[in-house]
């Protein structure tokens, strides 16, 4: 099993901005992807960002241009640094561990395992 630690949610001002950060640990697979969705009140959860273990991301065309996903120098360790924030992206940040060539696509998956989640508020 894998086990999800996220870090680096809180409360900022519109146009501030927040790093979140996700560390796997446990029996991780040499190919997986680390993915980031967002469950935004009275809204549809969504998927904000995407990064492969070859390197491949994607953003959600929102944020796109403020977002933006990278690789840590820790072991499983994936950060989204989010700037610019804006209050339609106050929500619940999910990281989500997927393994399978259908995580990156969202269209299948052999393992897949979700962290807690960690609040990002954005005011105005």
């Known amino acids: 099993q894998v086990q999800l630690v996220e870090s680096g949610g809180g409360s900022v001002q519109a146009g501030g901005s927040l790093r979140l950060s996700c560390e796997a640990s446990g029996r991780i697979y040499a190919i997986y992807t680390i993915l980031w969705y967002r469950q935004i009140p009275k809204k549809q959860r969504e998927l904000v960002a995407a990064?492969?273990?070859?390197?491949?991301?994607k953003h959600i065309d929102s944020a796109k241009r403020r977002f933006h996903i990278t690789r840590g120098n820790g072991k499983a360790t994936v950060s989204l640094q989010m700037n610019r924030l804006e209050p339609e992206d106050t929500g619940v940040y999910y990281c989500?561990?997927?393994?399978?060539?259908?995580?990156?696509?969202?269209?299948?998956?052999?393992?897949?395992?979700w962290g807690q989640g960690t609040q990002v508020t954005v005011s105005s």
């Open positions: 990064i492969t273990t070859g390197g491949d991301t």
């Open positions: 989500n561990y997927c393994s399978g060539y259908g995580c990156f696509d969202e269209t299948d998956y052999e393992y897949t395992y």
